[in-house]
């Protein structure tokens, strides 16, 4: 029986950056559910401040949907998902960017329900949790510009990031490409920053959110390097891999390369979904 993908989006983004990479999917004669994760896609919050012409003030101070959502309940909703779909035959369990946080925890909690777990440049934190990585010697030449550059509000205040991705500031828009697309077009990057959402939550989890040997550890796992990717530095994806073979020597990952930036696996989606085709022909 073939396996259903279910594929889980990093921050900022929703299942819609899926949508090219499940297309192919399907010619290939996959099943795959992008999923949502709790106030993304249709659940994400855009007020009229940030409408052409912005008010900055307003979207620095509107209420967001995601505000106070936790990881708990981005792993409760990701269960869910997984329940349906273990009906239907063996469960693949991806994750991009952030979304690693997401997966990781939920096959601490379900191991059960995943069969096979992919990570693509994803965060899959085992030594450190993810706010500790971001001062280790692998995120130093990270540039994080684009980002303070777009801020709008505290958000201490609002209980949530929030980023003007429709900022019209060459040096915040420069910075966004060189960190996530740097070798797509200006329309390519541009399109897919158009379907990032401003807001983002807060709880990126912490100690007891790293990978657990006796449940994580026991789900054959692939991580998927990412070669060019400047937001996730290849030093840190091979340390995520080098971490989580220590934990579990005997289900170490299988570990596959793409070029290419944070987002052009997305874009540029027959490498990537033949990478797939490959993994789920293996596991049946």
Not at 99 to 109: I, K, L, S
Not at 142 to 156: C, E, I, N, T
Request: aromatic fraction near 8%; include cysteine; charge should be negative.
């Amino acid at each position: 029986m073939r396996p259903t993908f279910v594929l889980v989006h990093g921050a900022f983004a929703n299942s819609f950056s899926f949508a090219p990479l499940q297309a192919e999917l399907g010619l290939l004669g996959h099943r795959s559910v992008a999923v949502d994760l709790p106030g993304h896609g249709f659940a994400a919050t855009y007020t009229p401040a940030y409408q052409v012409p912005q008010d900055l003030q307003g979207l620095a101070n509107a209420p967001g949907a995601i505000s106070g959502v936790s990881l708990a309940d981005n792993v409760a909703h990701l269960i869910g998902v997984l329940e349906r779909a273990k009906r239907n035959g063996p469960v693949i369990l991806l994750a991009h960017s952030r979304g690693g946080v997401t997966v990781t925890a939920a096959a601490n909690a379900r191991p059960d329900l995943v069969d096979q777990l992919v990570y693509v440049s994803a965060w899959c934190p085992v030594a450190l949790s993810v706010g500790d990585y971001h001062a280790e010697p692998e995120m130093a030449d990270v540039d994080s510009s684009g980002l303070a550059l777009a801020l709008a509000g505290d958000p201490a205040q609002l209980g949530l990031l929030r980023v003007n991705f429709r900022t019209a500031d060459p040096a915040a828009l420069a910075a966004f490409r060189a960190a996530f697309f740097a070798d797509g077009t200006e329309e390519e990057f541009l399109t897919f920053l158009n379907t990032f959402q401003p807001d983002e939550n807060l709880d990126f989890g912490g100690s007891d959110d790293r990978a657990d040997a006796a449940t994580w550890g026991r789900v054959p796992k692939t991580y998927v390097r990412l070669a060019d990717d400047a937001s996730m530095p290849p030093a840190l994806q091979d340390r995520f891999i080098r971490e989580g073979d220590a934990l579990t020597p005997d289900n170490p990952f299988r570990v596959r390369t793409l070029p290419g930036s944070h987002l052009r696996w997305l874009v540029d989606v027959g490498p990537s979904a033949r990478l797939l085709d490959e993994l789920a022909s293996a596991a049946t």
